[in-house]
């Protein structure tokens, strides 16, 4: 007689695992290993009973009687949740024993709705909605041969096909490749978007003080900080004509160029880099101006208070782009927490409602991104602004690092030789047409600190006398205070997901710092490390001017170097640890012990528990998953409502500002200047 005469799910019990897959790729299947560990803990008796082995691997405390019974109501390799909050029997073994016996990983199956399929649908998909709403300079460009097949005769019907899956795979590797850098350098984009609102309601609470007599600002002056609210997203070029000396201006924005044309010690390298980009726009206020010195408004012009509108009006409503996803993303998140609870004990759910709340950085981001006055697109500014049409010189913008780097790649042979061959074939494009570029979401708060600070440079050099310089470089500049809700603001949309999602990984028997919590733990550390090597570049750039793209000092080497150092890690848990997630290499025998006992698998108390459903994963379960996905479902809830509110605040500031400048007069603006290209 054998155990599996007496117990049948140990009937004609093998020691190789029932899946053909190899281990190492994920041919594991740890309810056989809990199905070897509790045979292996049992004997038969000279009597026909059972009885414990030598040695067992069933949790002290329990004797063969109370195991026989649990036996016949909860097995407990594979068990479910049956309203009994008594669980299933523990069975443990030491790492020793799971690593000899068991090596490799469970890849994740497909009819288990919480390991892969759950989290994928639920939190990811949602996520790929919201990252549309990130404002991005570039997308994966499509050919447009895969547009010019018409079905219409046997040729092209048996090529609309696949041209059609081909857009389908392009369009959809570039929103995953676009969601993958939003959730791996939230951090940075959060920290420049949270501080770009700052200073949007900086400039109009500056203009429309909630408390207080409003300042006596010239017209010119109240146009401009208006336009850099709305536009402040878009990219300004290299150098103005007026700092090279002539009035035509520079052709290339090679550093060696810009060095041979401008020297360091007769630029005035107190100003950022500013160009013609500042003069179209500015054209808006010039014709205000022009019309109203005239004493009459030109019949068909369209006034500056209602193109000023229009800009703002170009920004999608908030409750269409982000608001109504994340109601629904929430009332998502609010089934899958209350449905917990009849898989309560169960390891995958746990993880998985886990995996929900790190995801949340992404809802935060589309919040926080769609709360800002400028429009992500340009091309109601390329409509409402003259661009001087094709007598215009191209602009010349600040060359990037990578472009740097692919110039000087050109000068050797080898690399110059393939590069060149290459050349033309662009598969990246720009995300708007027109001749307005915008900046990355990381950039995008120094780009309206810049647009703010030229309006204030203008002003200065007009010699107007309504406010003094300085008072008003004080007003239009994030103090202190400011600057530490900015990063409060930031710290708290980044690292409230992650330590929520580590609260429900960490305390998830065997409780401790594991795979899956050391996943948040070090994506939360690269996203405030990436936030402080962005905060030490901005402090640079701000500091070198129009030489930052031409200097290279050591400090801005260590930042450039950090932040590649640090990125690794963040994509690393990013991508990496949602890959592992999914698929499910953390379901390992490494993955299944504290990380404390890493260093010592040896000791005894390095145990891994094999059986499911039991009463510590039952009590787990109950204090943590309802607190924490409520906590967090309201704690997003609140964040988009306090986001929409304080928009829908500005905006109204914003329209009551722009409709005042009828009434301006225009005795104290500056000498109205036509536009020169």
Known sequence: MSVGDLIPQLEGLSYHPPSSRPLGLGGQNFTHCCLMALNDSLTIRSDGNLSYAAT???????????????????????????????????????????????PGWEISHSNVMQQWIGPLVQFIVPSLAFCTNVPRTHKLAIPEIVFKAHPRTLVGLLTYWIRLLGAIVLVTLDTVVWLAICFAFAGPMLLSAVYEYALDR???????????????????????????????????????????????????????????????????????????????????????EASRAAGRQVIGAVSLPTKLKALLNSQASFGSTVG?????????????????????????????LAFGLWWMVIPYLAIISCAMLAANSPSTLDGIVYDGSVTVPTDDY?????????????????????IRKIAGY?????????????????????????????AIREYVTSGDKSISPDQLRNSLTLNRKDCSYVLVGALFAVLAPCVLAFLISYNTPQAGLSCRSLTYLVYAISQVC???????????????????????????????????????????????????????????????VPATFWPYLSDPNAYIVLSDNTAADIEAA????????????????????????????????????????????????????????
């Open 56 to 102: 067992s691997f069933v949790a002290p405390g329990i004797s063969i009687g109370e195991l026989e019974t649990a036996i016949q109501h909860e097995f407990p390799c594979g068990a479910t949740f049956n309203n009994d909050l008594s669980g299933a029997p523990v069975v443990q073994v030491p790492y020793r024993w799971c690593e000899r016996r068991c």
């Open 202 to 288: 900086k400039v109009l609470e500056f203009m429309a003080p909630p408390n207080g007599k409003p300042p006596n600002l010239p017209m010119r002056l109240r146009a401009q900080l208006l336009l850099a609210v709305v536009v402040g997203n878009i990219r300004m070029a290299t150098l103005e004509r007026e700092e090279l000396g002539g009035p035509s201006r520079h052709d290339s924005a090679i550093s060696s160029d810009l060095e041979a044309k401008v020297s360091f010690r007769s630029r005035r390298t107190s100003r950022l880099v500013h160009n013609s980009v500042w003069k179209k726009v500015m054209v808006l206020v010039d014709e205000h």
């Open 324 to 352: 109504a996803p994340v109601l629904f993303f929430l009332g998502g998140f609010i089934y899958t927490v209350l449905d917990s609870d009849n898989n309560l004990g169960d390891n995958d759910t746990a993880h998985a």
């Open 398 to 418: 600040e060359v990037s690092f990578w472009k740097q780097q692919l110039r000087k790649a050109k000068t050797y042979k080898g690399i110059g030789f393939v």
């Open 426 to 454: 662009n598969p990246v494009e720009t995300a708007f047409e027109g001749r307005f570029r915008t900046v990355k979401l990381w950039k995008r708060g120094l780009n309206k600190r810049e647009w703010v600070r030229e």
């Open 530 to 592: 990436e936030m402080a090597l962005w905060t030490c570049a901005a402090r640079l750039r701000i500091r070198y001017g129009t030489r930052w793209s031409e200097t290279n000092p050591i400090v801005k080497r260590v930042c450039w170097w950090g932040q590649v150092f640090v990125g690794f890690f963040s994509i690393f848990a990013a991508v990496g640890g949602t890959s592992m997630q999914l698929l499910g290499v953390y379901r390992s025998c490494a993955c299944k």
């Open 622 to 677: 109950q204090r943590w998953w309802t607190v924490v996905g409520s906590t967090a479902v309201g704690v997003v809830g609140f964040v988009c409502a306090l986001a929409w509110w304080h928009q829908r605040r500005l905006r109204k500031v914003f329209r009551e500002e722009a409709d005042k400048l009828d009434g301006d007069d225009v005795t104290n603006a500056l000498p109205i200047q036509g536009p020169t290209w």
